[in-house]
């Protein structure tokens, strides 16, 4: 398959395409990639492929917890988090942020709360929901910085089960900016760019993917 460029301007934390006939200059790095991207939100059926994890999404969205290469998970835009026979607490940290067209945005509870609800959405293509299904939607607690859901307890099934999910940490692995999304097709948006539906760039990472040129990068 052809190879494409892909830029990533470290000045400003930028991620764009530029044509591989143009040479790279100043503060600008280009990388060959094996294939492209059909979209960016790598949680629909469309996207879920490794390559439009490593052109963006990777380095632009963040979660709850990381996995290391090691396998050990640790936290990232928490502070703390625990697991019980009832449900999960997380402890936003304080100094979470998004980036969102060059505003600093708190993360809250209501990105996570966005994002459960998104992903256990029956309506939306969503590849796998494991973890986020043990979850009930509907159910949540907040007070300031922390956030506690509840495990589901009726209407089990071997798609949507019930009770604590052993793997806790995978879940909110990375989180949905719901301050950006409002009237954001989920199974659509991000074909291009990881925005708000103003078609700003939104970011919880150390970069953000402002735009993306099939063919080109």
Same mark, same amino acid.
């Not at 708190?106 to 256990?120: H, N, R, W």
């Not at 509907?138 to 793997?167: A, I, L, M, Q």
């Given at each position: 398959?052809?190879?494409?460029?892909? *830029?990533?301007?470290?000045?400003?934390?930028?991620?764009?395409?530029?044509?591989?006939?143009?040479?790279?200059?100043?503060?600008?790095?280009?990388?060959?990639?094996?294939?492209? *991207?059909?979209?960016?939100?790598?949680?629909?059926?469309? &996207?879920?492929?490794?390559?439009?994890?490593?052109? %963006?999404?990777?380095?632009?969205?963040?979660?709850?917890?990381?996995?290391?290469?090691?396998?050990?998970?640790?936290?990232?835009?928490?502070?703390?988090?625990?697991?019980?026979?009832? %449900?999960?607490?997380?402890? $936003?940290?304080?100094?979470?942020?998004?980036?969102?067209?060059?505003?600093?945005?708190?993360?809250?509870?209501?990105?996570?709360?966005?994002?459960?609800?998104? $992903?256990?959405?029956?309506?939306?293509?969503?590849?796998?929901?494991?973890?986020y299904a043990n979850l009930d939607p509907t159910?949540?607690?907040?007070?300031?910085?922390?956030?506690?859901?509840?495990?589901?307890?009726?209407? &089990?099934?071997?798609?949507?089960?019930?009770?604590?999910?052993?793997?806790?940490?995978? $879940?909110?692995? *990375?989180?949905?900016?719901?301050?950006?999304?409002? %009237?954001?097709?989920?199974? *659509?948006?991000?074909?291009?760019? $990881?925005?708000?539906?103003?078609?700003?760039?939104?970011?919880?990472?150390?970069?953000?993917?402002?735009?993306?040129?099939?063919?080109v990068g």
């Amino acid at each position: 398959m052809r190879g494409l460029s892909v *830029s990533v301007v470290l000045a400003a934390a930028l991620l764009i395409g530029i044509s591989s006939a143009h040479p790279a200059t100043g503060r600008v790095l280009v990388v060959g990639a094996e294939q492209g *991207s059909a979209g960016f939100n790598t949680r629909v059926a469309c &996207c879920g492929d490794q390559w439009s994890s490593w052109l %963006g999404a990777e380095e632009a969205l963040r979660g709850a917890f990381v996995q290391t290469p090691n396998g050990r998970w640790v936290p990232q835009l928490v502070s703390s988090a625990t697991a019980n026979a009832k %449900g999960i607490t997380y402890t $936003i940290k304080p100094d979470a942020f998004w980036y969102w067209g060059g505003k600093r945005v708190p993360v809250t509870y209501a990105d996570f709360v966005y994002t459960l609800q998104q $992903i256990d959405n029956p309506n939306n293509e969503v590849v796998d929901r494991s973890g986020y299904a043990n979850l009930d939607p509907t159910r949540f607690t907040h007070s300031g910085n922390r956030v506690t859901f509840f495990w589901k307890t009726k209407e &089990c099934t071997d798609v949507s089960p019930c009770g604590p999910y052993g793997n806790w940490q995978s $879940i909110f692995s *990375s989180l949905y900016p719901s301050f950006a999304l409002h %009237g954001a097709a989920f199974d *659509s948006m991000w074909a291009t760019c $990881i925005c708000g539906s103003d078609g700003q760039p939104v970011s919880d990472g150390p970069y953000y993917l402002a735009s993306y040129t099939p063919g080109v990068g």
